[in-house]
């Protein structure tokens, strides 16, 4: 570890939590309905979008209904997707004239799929298929209303845990309009400044051919960027203006754009977690688990700057100096853009993957095994730490349930969380929900690998191809979005496929959590006694980081075993596949 | 013809979904 990258990992924790507590406790105050300086000014908006639903704000929703509203929600807006991606050829806003010959029905199919559940994963080139239209009306209103959904589980969660002896998890659509209006909409008014002052281009203007100093045409992608990027980190979506995503310097400028992006993307992650301590009434609850979020987030990162700039045999062998110094990065610089260098890059891969938003600033493919192993194993976790906006958080609090499961069961008592008796109701839906994203990564990965259409569109062979297939379902189950790259995605095999991945990993993931929600709703709270395993202590976070490594490794070591853990020996011994 | 397939597979998945909600509330009712 170089003094820079222990200096920015410093800067970077310390930025998130100056930001966790005053965001995490306006966002409570957002969601318990009470009366903030902005509802002056959007308190009309937010009336007018209830009257124009036709909701009632103030309805009460047991976990059925809301879970159906969300539901339907959403397969209305994936409807709404596919048929804007299907027909940009004849809606405005179209100036390269794209049509449907570039959006075929499976990639329409992927892509509504993708930007509907926050995935964001993106089998195509955007600048060479998307029309302004389709990626502002039908794409970036997922990620918007994605993120909103996804904050709007959470805060149902929270209000099981918190309420008691109610029918109610809280109101859907207030929940989603109150995000939108409170917490998305002024972050990103100012986040979308701070990006075009930084270099972020926003412009609806048709691309600009350019002839080089070598005499040739070439012509230059942009448009309305700094919107879609600032929702595309804030929402943690993922899904870039560009191919290149956040490497491409209209999307990530500079050194400061990618410290913003850094930050912004883990905001609400973070803050979230102070949301929940507040809205149970005992902040250090929040803290608990920030703390173990945020011991994992550490644990990924050293691990993983530390393969990147360590570099790999194959450097050394071929006498590259690897090691860093004041004129260059040294390590593993293949596929990392040269104005962020290793850490600023090998932090960003942390990042995206911990929570799920998906943007990449360089090539995760390009990594060290090891490197690349840990973006893998941070989306393996289910998107827990620091996660996506809301996912995160409803994630990690269904690993609390089993980790209070496991303790209870340790002890001989029945186990409690948040003064709420956990019982086999909670324990089930909390592994139903474990269950499903296993499943739908080791069935897919093992499909597609044996499926030759499949393994065909492959770069790589041995354990680097397998590899590559892990992380594709990986990253569509946990509604990532990341590509490790090196797999030709844009085939009806992979786009039903990977869209049926994020489906069943944002959907049956929902469904059981919500459950767990309106259970615990109903329930008495129970008095705390000497007995009573406190919750709010490092002893807990500990506890829970255990658990998400356990789950984690139980699923998924024979997997990772044969890609990175083989590729890592097999590069050590200057094997060549 | 793909599209109605594509859209018929994603409302089905939705159905589904929406099945399953009432299986958990069922075995909700049943564990208590």
């Given amino acids: 570890m170089t003094f820079s990258a222990i200096l920015l990992l410093l800067c970077y924790f310390a930025a998130l939590l100056l930001i966790t507590k005053p965001l995490g406790a306006y966002m409570a105050r957002v969601f318990a309905g009470e009366r903030t300086p902005l509802q002056r000014v959007l308190g009309g908006l937010e009336r007018t979008t209830y009257r124009v639903l036709g909701v009632d704000p103030n309805e009460d929703m047991k976990w059925t209904t809301y879970c159906v509203a969300l539901l339907l929600f959403s397969l209305a807006s994936l409807v709404f997707s596919y048929g804007a991606l299907r027909l940009q050829g004849v809606l405005p806003l179209n100036p390269q004239h794209f049509g449907a010959t570039q959006m075929p029905a499976h990639l329409a199919f992927n892509t509504a799929v993708s930007f509907t559940t926050n995935t964001n994963w993106q089998s195509y080139s955007p600048e060479l298929t998307i029309s302004y239209f389709s990626n502002m009306v039908a794409l970036a209103i997922h990620n918007w209303a994605s993120a909103a959904v996804g904050m709007a589980i959470a805060i149902a969660l929270i209000r099981g845990f918190a309420r008691k002896n109610a029918e109610g998890i809280g109101n859907f659509w207030a929940d989603v309009v109150r995000c939108t209006l409170y917490v998305l909409l002024p972050l990103c008014l100012i986040g979308a400044l701070v990006f075009m002052a930084s270099g972020v281009p926003q412009s609806f203007a048709p691309y600009t051919t350019f002839t080089t100093l070598e005499g040739a045409q070439q012509t230059i992608a942009f448009g309305p960027v700094a919107s879609q990027e600032i929702i595309k980190q804030l929402g943690t979506n993922g899904g870039g203006f560009f191919n290149a995503n956040s490497a491409h310097p209209f999307e990530n400028p500079n050194w400061l754009s990618n410290l913003f992006t850094l930050i912004v993307i883990w905001s609400i992650p973070a803050s979230i977690t102070h949301t929940f301590g507040k809205m149970v009434g005992n902040a250090k609850q929040g803290w608990a688990v920030f703390g173990a979020m945020a011991a994992l987030a550490l644990a990924g990162m050293l691990i993983c700057i530390s393969a990147e700039q360590a570099g790999t045999p194959h450097l050394d062998a071929a006498h590259i100096q690897t090691a860093a110094t004041a004129l260059q990065p040294g390590g593993n610089m293949e596929g990392k853009e040269v104005r962020f260098g290793i850490v600023s890059s090998a932090l960003f891969a942390d990042v995206t993957t911990g929570a799920s938003c998906g943007a990449v600033n360089s090539m995760h493919d390009s990594y060290t095994p090891l490197g690349g192993l840990v973006p893998l194993f941070n989306m393996l976790t289910g998107e827990v730490i620091f996660g996506g906006v809301g996912a995160g958080l409803y994630g990690m609090l269904m690993f609390a349930v089993l980790a209070v499961f496991i303790a209870g069961l340790m002890v001989g008592r029945t186990p409690e969380y948040i003064g709420k008796k956990i019982e086999r109701f909670e324990v089930q839906m909390a592994m139903l929900a474990t269950l499903v994203l296993a499943a739908s990564v080791l069935f897919f990965t093992a499909l597609s690998s044996t499926y030759g259409a499949a393994t065909g569109n492959l770069n790589n062979a041995g354990p680097h191809g397998f590899s590559e297939i892990f992380y594709a379902f990986a990253s569509g189950t946990n509604n990532n979005g990341s590509a490790f790259a090196g797999i030709t995605a844009n085939t009806p095999w992979y786009n039903v496929t990977l869209g049926l991945a994020m489906l069943i990993g944002r959907f049956l993931v929902i469904v059981p959590l919500l459950a767990m929600a309106g259970a615990l709703a109903k329930k008495n709270a129970v008095a705390v006694s000497s007995g009573t395993f406190p919750t709010d202590t490092p002893t807990f976070a500990g506890l829970l980081v255990a658990v998400v490594l356990i789950v984690g490794a139980l699923s998924y070591f024979p997997g990772l075993s044969l890609g990175p853990i083989v590729e890592h020996y097999q590069m050590l011994a200057l094997a060549t596949h | ?32």
């Fill in chain 2, 1 to 32: 013809m793909s599209d109605l397939l594509y859209l018929t597979m994603a409302a089905g998945f939705f159905l589904l979904a929406i099945a399953y909600v009432y299986g958990c509330e069922k075995l909700r009712g049943g564990s208590q």
